[in-house]
């Protein structure tokens, strides 16, 4: 093929080089989801880049859910997430906290003897998610304003890892909840500073995040918008 015949750069980039317009949201069905996703490290984002990655799978119309364990923070943390707003707006994603609200062993004023019965309790709604998602057709189209009892693409379990590290359940209990993934199921699991090693073998995508800088090593509280 001469240099005349070979498609150029830009002919060979989705839309030919054109900036995507956006497109009303319609339920939709996945053709590739089926990984398992696993965000750790000291740095901050997990949570971050995990709603980022559901909103983006929202704005598919694929049908997204987030099971939080734990999520609180210092005293400058309020009582109201910007997440949470924001993802009550969005169609197809939905969200819910069965986690004790606040950080296992960091004093922050959480009551210590209920984050354990409560992390359980997120498990075994996670275990519930999974048969849900198991029971539907995952290559279908799911209701956006369906529940996820009665179905998603995405199972987003924030700060699974991070219960796990802090013993709150067993390391076997996140392993046994890959097991019971539905094939078709983008399963997606977030949190811990410590490196989940029983995990290398059994996630297809690994991020560690790391921190190189940190403004609350200076002191700076969080700050409403960015980390709340």
């Not at 901050?44 to 990655?53: D, F, Y």
């Not at 995405?154 to 076997?172: P, Q």
């Not at 073998?201 to 969080?222: E, F």
């Amino acid at each position: 093929m001469s240099d005349d015949e070979r498609p150029s750069t830009v002919e060979n980039t989705p839309g030919r080089g054109k900036t995507p317009e956006t497109e009303r949201i319609e339920a939709t069905a996945p053709e590739e989801f089926g990984l398992v996703q696993v965000w750790w490290g000291d740095g901050k984002g997990k949570t971050t880049a995990t709603l980022g990655m559901g909103m983006r799978a929202a704005g598919h119309g694929y049908r997204v859910h987030m099971l939080q364990f734990m999520k609180g923070g210092a005293s400058s943390v309020e009582a109201v997430r910007g997440e949470y707003n924001a993802i009550a707006a969005l169609p197809g994603f939905s969200y819910e906290n069965l986690g004790h609200y606040g950080w296992h062993g960091m004093a922050d004023g959480s009551d210590e003897e209920k984050h354990q019965a409560q992390a359980q309790a997120g498990l075994e709604r996670a275990r519930e998610l999974l048969e849900a998602a198991s029971a539907a057709d995952l290559s279908e189209p799911i209701d956006l304003d369906a529940s996820p009892e009665g179905g998603v693409h995405m199972l987003v379990l924030d700060e699974v890892l991070y219960a796990a590290d802090r013993g709150l359940i067993g390391e076997d209990d996140v392993l046994a909840l890959i097991d019971d993934k539905p094939e078709a199921l983008e399963l997606v699991l977030s949190g811990s500073h410590k490196e989940p090693t029983y995990l290398t073998d059994r996630a297809d995508l690994i991020t560690n995040v790391r921190k190189q800088r940190h403004p609350m090593d200076d002191g700076q509280r969080a700050r409403r918008g960015t980390e709340f």
